[in-house]
């Protein structure tokens, strides 16, 4: 009895697969990937915020020169929460969105009438977009509202506007 050699049998299955030859010699590809849908919000919102400049409103309880230290500060949005000069850390946050017309959140903060050219010229558009983020993990702490529009972002406290873009 002669032993069986399969070697010449598993030569001539290799040289095929190398070739080319026979499509069930290599391991199948994976599935391409999904790309992630964009989230919208998170793009308009999720960064952290420099500030560069500010006006000052009618009522204002900060001098300009108060306001003026607040440039270079920065307010950090993320997924769950923020950190923000005036209200603190926020670890948890719930978000609501709105769109609005920047003379009528002008109009609403009663701040001067130049105060919308002012923005527009930061680089803010005539129509925002308005977060409200409210903590879920503190006692009643002020909503950050920040409105959103072209990459730039503005948000008010103590009747001074604090115009922001990303860091």
């Known amino acids: ?27 199948p590809d994976e599935p391409a990937k999904k790309p992630t849908p964009v989230n919208v919000d998170a793009q308009n919102l999720i960064h952290t915020w420099i500030v560069s400049d500010h006006i000052l409103g009618k ?14 500060r920065t307010i950090e949005i993320s997924a769950e929460g923020y950190t923000s000069p005036w209200q603190g850390t926020c670890e ?16 609403e903060l009663e701040m001067s009438p130049s105060a919308e050219g002012e923005a527009t010229s930061f680089g803010l558009t005539t129509s925002v977009l308005e977060y409200r983020l409210s903590c879920n993990d503190r006692r009643k702490p002020p909503p950050l509202l920040v409105f959103v529009s072209s990459g730039k972002a503005m948000t008010c406290f103590n009747g001074v506007c604090y115009l922001m873009k990303p860091f």
């Open 1 to 27: 009895m002669v032993p069986s050699r399969p070697w010449p049998e598993l030569l001539i299955a290799w040289s095929l697969c190398s070739l080319g030859f026979g499509a069930g010699c290599l391991p």
């Open 59 to 72: 009522g204002a309880s900060v001098t300009p020169t108060e306001a003026e230290g607040f440039h270079g």
């Open 92 to 107: 948890e946050a719930s978000r609501t969105k709105r769109p609005r017309k920047l003379a009528e959140v002008i109009d």
